[in-house]
């Protein structure tokens, strides 16, 4: 069965330094990997992908994520926070038609 | 830009009551989905679409129902509305069946609460 896990249901990072937030999957077959973000009372949208090629992919407001297929993980990770990144953060795997959600993890950046 | 509609922000409704939450999109996607979001579960998915008048079950669809007449309409039916389905519902889309690479389009969501 496919699964994404993400182990953190709550990160603080303070406004300046990096952020990463975790997130292992187990699929079978060759993922497909996503993340977004969720801000209150809102839909989600759409961050970055890994579909093939370079382990490292950039996505949107300066976030990036690294592909270790060792480890079936899929980190999402920033240089430096912002304030406004504080929101829910998903980790999704697609092998086919069907997207797979981890349970999301709650980033708050504190000023 | 693509665009997923969804036709109310917040709804109450009774218990026992027939409810139907409605979701467009403008890019004609093949694929349209329905999931809600729970605290701590993260997002379910109920039922998808791959193509009109056709669907498929997700991992919860029991208490609903879906309708798909036309590419860019998807409604999610509550035939009976209970209290346990008190939740945020999310609809979304793609554009091509079985092609997992591209990335979902998600409608702004509805907050449903039943009393």
């Known amino acids: 069965a496919q699964s994404v896990a993400q182990p953190e249901d709550q990160v603080n990072v303070a406004e300046g330094n990096p952020l990463t937030v975790k997130c292992t999957y187990s699929?079978?077959?060759?993922?497909?990997l996503f993340w977004y973000v969720q801000y209150p009372n809102r839909g989600l949208q759409f961050l970055l992908k890994y579909i093939t090629g370079d382990n490292l992919v950039k996505g949107s407001y300066g976030f990036e994520a690294e592909f270790n297929k060792s480890q079936t993980s899929f980190h999402l990770k920033k240089p430096s926070a912002l304030v406004s990144d504080s929101a829910l953060y998903f980790c999704a795997v697609n092998t086919g038609n069907q997207f797979y959600f981890g349970t999301g993890t709650s980033l708050t950046v504190i000023p | 830009d693509v665009k997923v509609t969804q036709s109310s922000r917040y709804l109450v409704k009774r218990t026992g009551e027939k409810v139907f939450l409605e979701c467009v999109q403008d890019m004609d996607h093949e694929n349209m989905f329905w999931y809600r979001q729970d605290p701590g579960l993260g997002l379910r998915l109920i039922y998808f679409s791959y193509d009109v008048k056709m669907k498929e079950k997700g991992d919860i669809p029991e208490g609903y129902s879906v309708s798909r007449e036309k590419k860019e309409r998807f409604s999610l039916i509550l035939e009976s509305a209970s209290t346990n389905q008190t939740s945020m519902y999310l609809c979304?889309?793609?554009?091509?069946?079985?092609?997992?690479?591209?990335?979902?389009?998600f409608g702004p969501g509805t907050r449903l609460t039943v009393t």
């Open positions: 699929v079978s077959g060759n993922p497909y």
């Open positions: 979304a889309s793609t554009p091509f069946p079985g092609q997992g690479n591209y990335e979902q389009y």
